[in-house]
């Protein structure tokens, strides 16, 4: 495997502008994760017992973490790499 930097690795997602909010649903994983986010949005995330908060820089999501995303204008897309 080589030697890059983590924003580099992992797999891009895309949150549609158009996704249905009921889909947004609370969930944990099952391994930690790094979010980086490609692009500016209002989007947001909110973790288990945490008032909401921007999408606008880099994230640590400890797996068995309950947290959803909360839709925003436009679309989302992210860097998610599974540690």
């Known amino acids: ?8 690795k992992g797999e891009i997602r895309t949150f ?5 909010e009921e889909e947004l649903v609370w969930h944990k994983d ?3 994760r790094i979010v980086d ?4 949005t209002d989007w947001m995330i909110q973790f288990d017992n945490e008032l909401p908060r921007n ?5 640590f999501i400890s797996k068995n973490t309950y ?12 860097r998610v790499q599974k540690l």
């Open 1 to 8: 495997m080589e030697n890059r930097p983590y924003k580099e």
């Open 67 to 78: 947290h959803r995303v909360i839709k925003g204008t436009g679309d989302l897309k992210i």
């Open 16 to 20: 549609s502008q158009n996704i249905n």
């Open 37 to 40: 986010p490609i692009n500016n």
């Open 55 to 59: 999408i606008t820089r880099l994230l």
């Open 30 to 32: 099952r391994e930690d």
